[in-house]
């Protein structure tokens, strides 16, 4: 399985921490954030939106909502103060919010965006919801694939390492020898899915972000985030901001 | 499996540059690099060398050398210019060792030790030659532990983990309810050790450090490193140096 020849190399980087060591300038980078930044941001492109424009600081937040935009954001689960409302991705299924650019404001998310954003990469969004999507435009990319898990608080984070290990396993069963890895974090990744992909749910059942989201009352979007492609969408990002992937104009 | 009501918690850092998240004051810390530097540390103690002291520069080799002591040290897999040997673990098994102390200089086990050495917590060296006895010590101690795992430049590296995952499973299985862990990346370690463990040299065939030392023509010592209890040493830290652990004067 983890042939050694292929053109393009997977790698995995399980936090932001580690994006110096993984960096690239001309690769396809996927950022996830399965709970709840990355499969936010897909339900809101699965609703129509326009461009959804990612911000680190509160600061920046409070400037575009000054300027009259949408803002989503977050700190440790709750609403920030200039926000319209919080990072859930049921608050993005709005249908007000068709054909409007929202700026959105997460913890670990958007920085590992900002972060990836270097160079000459492609950066698009992934999550269990359009892992389809993220598959079918990595395999008819010519480049290098990173899957760049934002995790939570710099750790290593179980949910966005076993998406990774999703692509992973998609990339190299499914690509014709066209990719190989011989990264660690990559294998470990694709291992730990072959457990869990059966019973997803009953996983992410015993992992940390699962209790720290219950904690804050936020688990009410976990079966959500967990579904598999309930959207053909692809995030993908372009001057300052998200858009949707055209796959025609494109 | 994994309890949230124990004591002590366990705690897996997958890198050096992890530890400033995970660091604690009070705290066990098992350091392992599997792949050599730990490995070699329990050969010598096998071997009864009276102690070994991690060095991280050059500098610091050459110096002890000027002093007439015997030094090994490797950079990248070649032996440094001062030292007397590698970093094998049969090269430690030398018995003209015993009783003597040797300076040790090794690419990332050292930095490991090093970096652990902080407020009151105990660093003793694990490796799966000597994986009951840091079982065994960590079961009898009353303090949280953290497997610190030397990785690879930085990286998240397979056989480190697949050790602590041996660890966190032992403690929570054996430790009647005295250990608790709710973290993702000792959740993860235990998971890939349950793959890994009825075919570990099988399952190391996959994974890139193995390639690494073929590479470099150092894989004579993967068998080695990989056979359970070969001895019941435990390596301790105290003062600026390791020993071996004495369990009746301690």
Same sequence: chains 1, 2.
């Avoid at 680190?56 to 709750?78: L, N």
């Avoid at 934002?150 to 998609?170: I, N, P, Q, Y």
């Amino acid at each position: 399985m983890y042939s050694e020849t292929g053109d393009h190399s997977i790698h995995v980087c399980f936090s932001p921490l580690s994006w110096p060591i993984f960096r690239q300038d001309d690769a396809l980078v996927i950022i996830t954030d399965i709970f709840r930044a990355t499969s936010a941001i897909c339900a809101a492109f699965q609703n129509k939106v326009e461009a959804i424009i990612p911000v680190e600081t509160i600061a920046e937040s409070e400037e575009y909502k000054r300027k009259g935009y949408i803002c989503a954001g977050e700190r440790d689960g709750k609403t920030i103060a200039c926000a319209d409302f919080g990072n859930s991705p049921f608050n993005f299924m709005n249908p007000e919010l068709r054909d409007k650019t929202i700026v959105m404001n997460t913890t670990n998310g958007t920085r590992a965006i900002k972060t990836a954003v270097e160079g000459n990469n492609t950066v698009v969004i992934g999550a269990f919801t359009n892992l389809d999507s993220v598959v079918g435009f990595a395999m008819n990319q010519q480049r290098n694939v990173i899957i760049f898990c934002a995790g939570w608080k710099d750790r290593f984070c179980t949910e966005d390492s076993l998406f990774a290990g999703a692509v992973v396993s998609r990339l190299i069963e499914e690509g014709n020898g066209k990719f190989h890895t011989m990264c660690d974090s990559a294998i470990a990744s694709a291992d730990l899915w072959s457990i869990a992909k059966n019973d997803l749910r009953g996983y992410i059942e015993k992992v940390a972000h699962r209790h720290r989201l219950k904690k804050l009352g936020l688990d009410d979007v976990i079966p959500y985030c967990l579904e598999m492609n309930t959207t053909s969408c692809l995030p993908i990002y372009k001057d300052d901001r998200l858009v949707a992937y055209d796959y025609l104009s494109l």
